[in-house]
């Protein structure tokens, strides 16, 4: 594994590799496999600042499923990231560094995948009003999360995205996304106009001496990372005075959301979404009850004339 930050949990992965190496006699391949589990929750730790992985909150443990979810890893890759967590924190029990592992309570972290979570459009103007746009960086982050919810991106869709993507002309993002299927997506006009301000006034300011297609860069000059993205939201949303969890993708559920009360039809907010499988977008017309109440007392003819 690369150097770790954290020396603690640093001298407890190594312990761990021993542990997994000499006690219970596991495979080199098996141990490497446990290893990168093991570097995607430290990369969590390091994003959200949790310096004591010993005492891990109900909260945090939720926020970082959520973390794989966004990611969309296969259930499978979930499960197994579950089993690895189960094992590490046995281990530290057994070492006498944690009293309890949190992890063995988690019954089925998939069921989160269930728990449909959006922001309200008032929320999401709430936050995309409260980033200013006054030095570059600004100006590009303020771009990324106006096209975030523009266009429903996925986080690694947002970092991936390359210049040669943008259609200026007619409005429109052309790109590869997960699957490796084309999608076009159109981009809205709020964020169209922070993305012309962004390639006119500052990304060249950004990009410094390396060449780079990529639409967005970091501070260096280079491409975007999926973790900056994430900072840089985190950064924000701790600005901001919403009561929900903010994370890239609840930015696509709002965004499905919003186009769905809207009356936007599913096959086209399918497509939009780059879902192969339609029954992967149906999960966003459980409209919540707020709306609904909204649309009955709208348009029930009874209602109306009472109105």
């Known amino acids: 594994m690369e150097k770790i930050k954290n020396k603690n949990i640093g001298k407890d992965i190594a312990g761990y590799r021993e542990y997994l190496r000499f006690e219970k006699l596991l495979l080199s391949n098996t141990i490497d496999s446990y290893l990168r589990d093991l570097k995607r929750f430290i990369s969590f730790l390091e994003v959200n600042k949790i310096e004591n992985h010993y005492e891990l909150s ?7 499923f959520q973390a794989l979810h966004e ?7 979930i499960s197994r990231m579950l089993s690895t967590l189960r094992s590490f924190y046995k281990f530290l029990v057994i070492e006498g560094k944690c009293n309890k592992n949190p992890w063995v309570q988690v019954n089925n ?3 989160l995948k269930k728990i449909l979570i959006v922001l309200k459009i008032e929320e999401v103007e709430k936050f995309l009003e409260s980033v200013p746009y006054s030095t570059a960086l600004e100006i590009r982050d303020r771009t ?6 523009s266009c429903g991106l996925r986080a690694s869709e947002i970092v991936n995205l390359k210049m040669q993507d943008i259609d200026l002309d007619e ?7 997960k699957g490796d299927k084309e999608r076009i997506v159109p981009i809205g006009k709020k964020a169209l106009s922070f993305l012309d301000k962004y390639l006119r ?3 060249f300011k950004i990009k410094k001496e390396y060449r780079s297609d990529h639409l967005f860069l ?11 993205f994430w900072k840089i939201l985190k950064k924000y ?5 919403l009561d929900k969890n903010l994370y890239p993708h609840i930015f696509r559920h709002s965004f499905a959301t919003h186009m769905l009360q809207g009356g936007a039809d599913l096959r086209t907010v399918q497509e939009l979404l780059g879902h192969s499988n339609i029954s992967t977008t149906e999960i966003y017309t459980t409209l919540d009850k707020e709306h609904i109440k909204d649309i009955y007392f709208r348009y029930h003819p009874r209602e109306r004339k009472s109105g």
Do not use: C
């Not at 990611?71 to 890759?77: D, F, G, L, R, T």
């Not at 970091?218 to 900056?228: A, I, P, V």
């Not at 949303?237 to 005075?241: F, L």
């Open 58 to 64: 109900k909260e945090q443990i939720l926020d970082f």
């Open 71 to 77: 990611e969309e890893k296969s259930e499978s890759s």
């Open 109 to 111: 972290p998939i069921k």
């Open 144 to 149: 990324m999360l106006e096209m975030l919810y």
């Open 171 to 177: 409005e429109l993002l052309r790109f590869i996304g």
């Open 201 to 203: 006034t500052s990304r």
């Open 218 to 228: 970091n501070r260096s000059g280079k491409k975007m990372t999926r973790q900056g």
């Open 237 to 241: 949303a701790s600005k901001v005075n």
